[in-house]
């Protein structure tokens, strides 16, 4: 087997797969030196002979030694140098090169090669004892932590007691005095570590290639591994190449150059040089860096700048995207040493991305596909400048992305005053419930003590688009005071703080945020995404803010408006309440009249926003028992403001109870128990369509949606319900109607039964959070108890209620979209679920043949984005 691979400028042994034979340093090397680049000559040992030698055991196998001697030999010609040479001695960088960045490998052993005798020869081709000697230090330290196992810090000890007894300052200052140093540490190594450093320079290089393959067994690099799914048989390549005097003199120096300016995107070097090495520097007192950006630091620069930009951009071009090249110059001389993307901030992306098919460097896909669309999400939301100081008050999760500044409210109440005075406020809460709602709305950002990512708190805000952090559980609220502590700090309500929801820090004070921008590059990148995706993307909405953000974010209509969030607001809980606890017919039917005109301008409101986009509307979902009073002060409240007894009020709460609310009386068990709440929304629904359509002139055609259906009569016995109210209303306005009824598949039943129930229902939409809940048989509410300990261990990877799980709900999903269009060929398909906004699912959609997904509005730009990466 092959087990060296040489590289040089102009020609490089490139074996198919070179990242996995080479390793990354080895393969981009050999790369960089078949594109005619400067590269110093040398050679990888490949990860088959890594295998070979690990087999194998302890030493370094005879046929891998006989191959580096033949390399070595090969490199001596190359170089004109000879390897423990009496003249113009051939020195060694060996690297190791695993497939990918790992952490706890060897590091780099510089100057093999290097003796007592080769350190003079050195010293003398470069009239320079003194870097020859500091290079000769350097690799016995370097060659005795690697192969030797010894102590760094017990080298510098020795290296300090020379110092002390020789009395020099910073280092030697004569070749006797180096040499003194150099026996020290020899002296140690036999001594104390019973081993002496070879002086045969192929030893020297067989120690360091063994110690360095042994490396890869290293618990942090082992750990890396497990973590990252990196198979522990990948293996490690070792390069080995000629070294390059870039510490030499101020003719020399290392760097770093991007190919692009990243935040223009535009096609100019840029980057820094470090001149000469750090001691010369001081010496020299010539600025330590210079930037290749800067018509000074072109001049200043030891090589030709404008060959480094032509290397660079030859890279740039091969590769099809903005690139960062480390380079070195060793007197005069210029070599590249390696290169990679160019690291970049999630806008400096895009602008390249952008910016390279306006070249016409790469295709619109090219562009989609390099884009994180998780990434988006910061640029969706304001964020923090960074450059001010900022006074950390407490750090929590960052439960839903983006910074708010503002003032303390401690009451969803407090909160809506304040706003309705013209004042910005942040709500803190311990923890929110579906009652604070209205406060969060209004509120720039919320402020949770307690709860985790998937607390109320944060599922809320991360719906309408607000900052949040929660479980900022150093913090503590004193109610009746109305005061926030953080350590001694007291704050007050109405004081100043500022919330970072990518962070989950809590700031004090204001802060200067940086507002997002949604035109430009990004919207350049959509428009991409558009062309190439073939799911279509709606968003989940109920309120004429959330619409209106989805809208502007690109939303191509309403996959989801749960109505009962419309029920929290002020009167609406009043009425929905006397709803509640009307003892018949007559009294519910009382208090839904009171609530059809607020339905029915909420409703009008969504059709106008959505001018002619579809509108999904769900009929009422949760258990009634949620709309009810829980705290006693409540409980009395409601009493009062609704003229019952509290004793009655309480017995119909304990009534409404329910074990498991999740698999109790909700969904389309409601509208069966209660038609008439059906009759009202239906009414509502076709009310507004009419009044809407005449006011915008846009056809609205309402899409019903039954939450909850297992039973294909449950959406039979509903549908009646619906057509009956529709033929009611156009008979009374005189006007047609077009309108869908479907329901939503989130039960197995329904899944299984698919096929019978697409008989009924226009649309089909998976809600995969009850779908998920049902089929794992796991609460969706209690599963952060335990979903992390599996995470942890390994029993599951992702948590099935963000991800889809495509093997088992996933393999449910395409069950029920064959059957559906088994029986009904043109039946809308879409998902629903929080599963919708997320990119790895979002794949799995585009597969099964959805025909659009649903997701929260600050989604809708991810799901784009990932929708058109699905459909490449
Ligand atoms: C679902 O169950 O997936 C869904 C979208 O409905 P909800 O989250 O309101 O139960
Ligand atoms: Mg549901």
């Known amino acids: 087997p092959k087990r060296i691979f040489h590289f040089r400028r102009g020609t490089a042994d490139r074996p198919a797969d070179a990242a996995e034979a080479l390793g990354l340093k080895g393969a981009n090397l050999a790369l960089l030196a078949s594109l005619d680049l400067p590269v110093p000559p040398g050679f990888t040992i490949a990860t088959s002979a890594w295998r070979e030698a690990i087999g194998v055991g302890e030493d370094l196998p005879q046929a891998l030694r006989a191959d580096l001697r033949g390399a070595i030999e090969d490199l001596e010609a190359v170089t004109e140098r000879r390897f423990g040479g009496d003249r113009r001695p051939l020195l060694l960088a060996v690297r190791t090169s695993a497939r990918s960045q790992m952490p706890g490998i060897a590091e780099s052993v510089l100057d093999v090669g290097l003796n007592d005798r080769t350190v003079d020869v050195l010293a003398a081709e470069l009239n320079d004892f003194s870097f020859a000697y500091r290079s000769y230090r350097r690799f016995i330290e370097s060659f005795a932590v690697l192969v030797f196992g010894a102590d760094p810090s017990e080298l510098e000890e020795i290296f300090d007691a020379e110092r002390e007894r020789a009395g020099w300052g910073e280092e030697p200052c004569s070749v006797a005095e180096w040499r003194a140093l150099i026996a020290r540490y020899q002296a140690y190594l036999d001594d104390e570590i019973g081993l002496v450093l070879p002086q045969t320079p192929l030893e020297q290089l067989y120690g360091v290639v063994e110690a360095s393959f042994a490396s890869w067994r290293r618990p942090v690099a082992v750990a890396h591994r497990v973590l990252h799914g990196?198979?522990?048989?990948?293996?490690?390549?070792?390069?080995?190449?000629?070294?390059?005097?870039?510490?030499?003199?101020?003719?020399?120096?290392?760097?770093?150059?991007?190919?692009?300016?990243?935040?223009?995107?535009?096609?100019?070097?840029?980057?820094?040089?470090?001149?000469?090495?750090?001691?010369?520097?001081?010496?020299?007192?010539r600025p330590p860096v210079i930037d290749l950006a800067e018509q000074e630091g072109a001049a200043a620069f030891p090589a030709d700048i404008d060959e480094l930009t032509g290397f660079v951009r030859r890279i740039e071009a091969h590769v099809g995207d903005a690139v960062e090249v480390e380079f070195m110059v060793g007197d005069g001389e210029l070599f590249l040493m390696q290169s990679r993307l160019a690291r970049r901030t999630p806008a400096e992306a895009i602008r390249v991305a952008v910016e390279l098919v306006k070249e016409g460097l790469i295709e619109e896909a090219e562009a989609i596909l390099r884009i994180d669309p998780a990434s988006l999400d910061q640029?969706?939301?304001?964020?923090?400048?960074?450059?001010?100081?900022?006074?950390?008050?407490?750090r929590g999760m960052p439960a839903s992305p983006g910074a708010a500044t503002g003032e303390i409210a401690f009451t969803a109440e407090r909160a809506q005053e304040m706003v309705n005075e013209g004042r910005a406020v942040i709500l803190v809460r311990t923890e929110t419930y579906p009652e604070d709602i209205h406060g969060m709305h209004v509120a720039e950002g919320v402020l949770t003590i307690r709860g985790g990512t998937t607390s109320h708190a944060a599922v809320v805000a991360r719906g309408i688009g607000k900052p949040c952090v929660t479980g900022a559980s150093s913090l503590r609220i004193n109610a009746a005071n109305r005061t926030l502590h953080a350590g001694d700090l007291v704050l007050h309500e109405g004081d100043r703080i500022?919330?970072?929801?990518?962070?989950?820090?809590?700031?004090?004070g204001a802060v200067t945020l940086q507002r997002p921008s949604l035109t430009g590059d990004f919207a350049t990148l959509m428009e991409f995404a558009d062309r190439a995706r073939r799911m279509r993307v709606r968003t989940n909405a109920e309120t004429p803010i959330e619409a209106r953000s989805a809208r502007a974010f690109g939303a191509e209509g309403i996959g989801l408006c749960r109505t009962e969030h419309m029920f929290f607001e002020g009167d609406r809980i009043r009425a929905m309440r006397e709803m509640i606890l009307a003892s018949d017919e007559a009294g519910r039917r009382e208090a839904l009249a009171k609530l059809l005109p607020i339905q029915r301008s909420d409703f009008i409101e969504l059709f106008?926003?959505?001018?002619?986009l579809p509108v999904t509307i769900r009929l009422l979902d949760p258990p009634l028992h949620e709309f009810l009073p829980k705290s006693d002060t409540e409980i009395a409240e409601t009493a009062a403001t609704l003229h019952v007894e509290e004793a009655v009020l309480?017995?119909?709460?304990?009534?409404?109870?329910?074990?498991?609310?999740?698999?109790?009386?909700?969904?389309?068990?409601?509208?069966?128990?209660?038609?008439?709440?059906?009759?009202?929304?239906?009414?509502?629904?076709?009310?507004?369509?009419?009044e809407a359509g005449e006011k915008t002139g846009d056809a609205v055609v309402p899409e019903i949606m039954v939450p909850l259906v297992s039973l294909r009569r449950e959406l039979d016995f509903v549908k009646d319900r619906i057509d009956r109210v529709a033929a009611q209303v156009m008979a009374e306005r005189g006007r047609t109607v077009t309108y869908q009824v479907g329901t939503m598949i989130e039960l197995p039943r329904a899944i299984v039964r698919a096929d019978s129930i697409a008989e009924v229902a226009d649309f089909?939409?998976?809600?995969?959070?009850?779908?998920?809940?049902?089929?794992?048989?796991?609460?969706?509410?209690?599963?952060?108890?335990?979903?992390?300990?599996?995470?942890?261990?390994?029993?599951?990877?992702?948590?099935?209620?963000?991800?889809?799980?495509?093997?088992?709900?996933?393999?449910?999903?395409?069950?029920?979209?064959?059957k559906a269009r088994r029986t009904r060929p043109d039946i809308s398909l879409g998902v629903c679920g929080e599963q919708g906004g997320d990119p790895a699912s979002i794949a799995f959609f585009e597969q099964t043949g959805l025909d659009y997904v649903s997701c929260s509005p600050f989604r809708v730009p991810i799901a784009r984005l990932a929708a058109a990466q699905a459909a490449i």
Request: aromatic share 6%; hydrophobic share 40%; with cysteine.
């Open 230 to 285: 990196i198979p522990e048989n990948a293996g490690l390549a070792v390069t080995a190449h000629a070294m390059i005097f870039n510490e030499r003199n101020l003719n020399s120096g290392t760097g770093r150059a991007l190919s692009r300016h990243l935040q223009s995107g535009e096609s100019r070097l840029s980057g820094e040089f470090w001149l000469g090495s750090h001691r010369q520097q001081e010496i020299g007192g």
């Open 379 to 394: 640029l969706l939301h304001p964020t923090i400048e960074r450059s001010s100081d900022l006074v950390v008050l407490a």
């Open 498 to 508: 500022t919330i970072d929801g990518a962070s989950g820090e809590v700031i004090e």
């Open 608 to 612: 106008e926003i959505m001018a002619g």
């Open 650 to 690: 309480k017995q119909r709460i304990a009534a409404l109870e329910e074990f498991n609310p999740m698999l109790g009386h909700r969904g389309c068990r409601l509208a069966i128990s209660y038609p008439e709440i059906v009759e009202v929304q239906a009414r509502a629904i076709f009310e507004a369509a009419i």
């Open 764 to 818: 089909f939409s998976f809600g995969t959070n009850d779908l998920t809940q049902t089929v794992y048989g796991i609460s969706r509410d209690d599963a952060g108890n335990f979903l992390s300990t599996y995470m942890r261990e390994g029993i599951i990877e992702r948590d099935p209620f963000q991800t889809i799980d495509v093997e088992g709900v996933g393999e449910l999903i395409a069950m029920g979209v064959e």
